[in-house]
């Protein structure tokens, strides 16, 4: 087993295309600050993989940590130093014995719209056509979607990035939704048609954002990683997952937070909303502290009856 005490650095990554990508982008990094440092990658496989391999709706695969226990479990046995980690996917609690020791700067945190099959593909949400089949499996758009159209029929799509857009582009769907944050990272933003407004769709906790985990207490690993660290994306997404944290959810409950952090001001939102669209319940908050900004949106959230719409196991068929 590998030891703790090793001078070079051993980064845990999924194996997609857009979760290497990012830890190619963490490594590429920390090579170019310290040159002398030996940095290498391993390649690991999560149970949120295997249930996309396989096509399961992720709602009904439950549990939490679907794209981060395995990753866990290397930082704790000490195969790996390092894992990376698209936050969205962290769940509220960490794994006892790590922490999130870097957060670096936050990509655009939007989602974008990608539409088919052919050149008269529909430019924009507003122009697809009435009671089209659009593909999403996430919870949060899901609800978003058909609070903005009530008339599509909503159904499950799986896969990585590449799989979902070659979906589209056959026909299966006629549009899906995407980060346009893992689109720019992977080289893939030209497939948009239209980037939405996080007004529009508010973004998962963390979308966009970069969590470098490692074992609490590490300074060594700390210490390198703390060139990459951004402090306006640490407070906003700290404030977001705090949101998370109080309602007590996973990665894939109806809920859509975005906090920015103006120049020290913490400027939030963040809306729950069921898989028909019917019921929405939406917070806004601002302060400088983040704890302080995700209690005052958790408990705008379920003031407003928002915990109903918490009890959520999967959109239902055709919804």
């Keep these: 087993m590998a030891t703790h005490n090793r ?67 290397g930082l704790r046995d000490g195969s790996i130093d390092l894992a990376v980690h698209s936050a969205k996917d962290l769940p509220g609690e960490l794994a006892a014995g790590t922490d999130i020791l870097a957060w670096p700067k936050r990509e655009d945190p939007r989602d974008a719209l990608i539409a088919g099959p052919d050149s008269l593909a529909p430019s924009s949400l507003a122009a697809i056509p009435l009671g089209a089949t659009f593909g999403t499996s996430s919870l949060r758009r899901v609800g978003q979607l058909k609070s903005l159209r009530p008339d599509l029929n909503v159904q499950p799509i799986r896969g990585n990035i590449e799989t979902r857009i070659r979906k589209v582009r056959e026909g299966q769907f006629a549009a899906t939704l995407l980060a346009v944050a893992g689109l720019r ?72 937070v975005y906090v920015e952090d103006r120049a020290g001001r913490l400027v939030g939102r963040a809306v729950l909303v069921s898989p028909t669209g019917e019921l929405r319940v939406d917070a806004a908050a601002e302060g400088a502290d983040p704890i302080t900004v995700g209690d005052a949106l958790a408990d705008e ?19």
């Excluded at 194996?15 to 990658?41: E, F």
């Excluded at 939405?196 to 690993?221: C, H, K």
């Excluded at 959230?301 to 055709?318: E, F, I, M, Q, T």
Aim: hydrophobic share 45%; net charge positive; aromatic share 2%.
């Design 7 to 73: 001078t070079g650095l051993v980064i845990g990554s999924r194996g997609s295309m857009l979760a290497v990508t990012q830890t190619n982008w963490v490594a590429k990094a920390l090579r170019d600050h310290y040159p002398a440092l030996d940095v290498s990658i391993k390649l690991m496989t999560t149970r949120g993989d295997r249930s996309q391999a396989s096509e399961v709706p992720m709602a009904a695969v439950g549990g939490k940590g679907l794209f981060t226990a395995e990753l866990e479990d």
């Design 301 to 319: 959230l379920l003031a407003k009856g928002g915990a109903k719409l918490l009890d959520v196991s999967a959109p239902p068929s055709g919804a």
């Design 185 to 256: 990272r992977t080289g893939l933003l030209h497939e948009a048609a239209q980037i939405l407004s996080v007004e529009q769709m508010t973004p998962a906790a963390g979308q966009a954002a970069l969590a470098l985990q490692g074992r609490a207490g590490d300074e060594r690993v700390a210490k390198l990683l703390s060139v990459m660290d951004d402090t306006p994306t640490r407070r906003a997404v700290l404030a977001e997952r705090r949101v998370v944290a109080r309602l007590a959810g996973g990665c894939n409950m109806p809920l859509g």
